[in-house]
């Protein structure tokens, strides 16, 4: 019985690496205790990586990190494409009169080209900033993702040395 304990505590613990702190709400659908005790290695391998991309799919702060890393490769984007020749177009249609007999249309059209050649140097410096920028959070997320695996992998270590334990017995 005891040993029966420590298994279902092992699941339990493999169940919330995964998800976080929303670990007592969704504990239940994620429990299947007679699919891991008769599987075979190589479905408890698949099975370790499928709750490894649900634990990196359900993790709010992994989600959290790779959308910091789309903003920062955006960000890296907008500062490469700023020495690009930009072109602004305003046009505005109306009418001027004091009533509607009177009145006549008027139109103004205005078109401005920028070429960016004195800004080389501030645009430079944002695009190693940025470059940076994306170095830094691509170091982050993949550090959050080792715990996560880790988390994940000790879990299951617990899973398999519990199940030998009630073996054992």
Do not use: C
């Not at 009177?102 to 140097?121: C, E, K, Q």
């Amino acid at each position: 019985l005891v040993l029966s304990t420590l298994l279902v505590q092992a699941l339990v613990n493999l169940a919330r690496a995964p998800l976080g702190f929303d670990a007592p709400r969704l504990l239940s659908a994620r429990l299947d205790l007679p699919q891991w005790r008769y599987a075979t290695a190589a479905a408890r391998s698949d099975y370790r990586e499928q709750v490894l991309a649900r634990a990196l799919e359900g993790r709010s702060d992994y989600l959290a990190a790779k959308s910091r890393l789309d903003e920062a490769r955006a960000a890296a984007t907008a500062a490469k494409d700023a020495l690009l020749p930009s072109l602004h177009v305003d046009a505005d249609y109306g009418t001027i009169g004091q009533t509607f007999a009177t009145a006549h249309p008027t139109y103004t059209m205005a078109a401005n080209v920028r070429i960016p050649i004195f800004d080389a140097g501030r645009t430079t410096a944002r695009r190693i900033e940025a470059a940076s920028l994306v170095r830094q959070r691509e170091a982050e997320l993949a550090d959050l993702q080792g715990r996560v695996e880790f988390d994940v992998r000790s879990a299951v270590l617990d899973l398999r040395a519990a199940e030998q334990q009630l073996q054992v017995a």
